[in-house]
């Protein structure tokens, strides 16, 4: 499973941005899928997860009310809509791959696969 994250950039307080993950290799809907951020200096932390069949979706609190998390399985990619971005949000962000388990995790080393990150800047 290769993943491929992009749809980063620049963008203002209170604005939005639409990232996504794009997936190649091993059957998409066989698998779900999780949007992560880090900032350096600091532990890589959940933001968002998609079921296999992208009926669930889990959010860290802080985000619930302003990001959604959706897949294409058609499409073999994954996405994240944020809106009202806040300078907090400010990150590297990065999609994860989970084979097993329960989509609602949200521990980075339960997830097997991992793209390279995309950064989302916000300014204030």
């Known amino acids: 499973v290769q993943l491929q994250a992009s749809g980063g950039g620049l963008v203002q307080a209170g604005g939005s941005l639409r990232l996504s993950c794009a997936a190649s290799?091993?059957?998409?809907?066989?698998?779900?899928v999780g949007w992560f951020r880090q900032v350096p200096g600091k532990e890589r932390e959940f933001v968002a997860t998609?079921?296999?069949?992208?009926?669930?979706?889990f959010y860290r609190g802080s985000v619930k009310d302003r990001f959604t998390i959706s897949r294409d399985n058609a499409e073999n990619t994954v996405y994240l809509l944020m809106n009202s971005l806040k300078p907090e949000d400010t990150a590297v962000y990065y999609c994860?791959?989970?084979?097993?388990?329960?989509?609602?995790?949200?521990?980075?080393?339960?997830?097997?696969?991992w793209g390279q990150g995309t950064l989302v800047t916000v300014s204030s």
């Open positions: 994860a791959a989970k084979i097993s388990g329960d989509y609602y995790t949200t521990e980075p080393f339960r997830f097997d696969y």
């Open positions: 998609v079921s296999r069949s992208g009926g669930g979706t």
């Open positions: 290799g091993r059957s998409f809907s066989t698998y779900s």
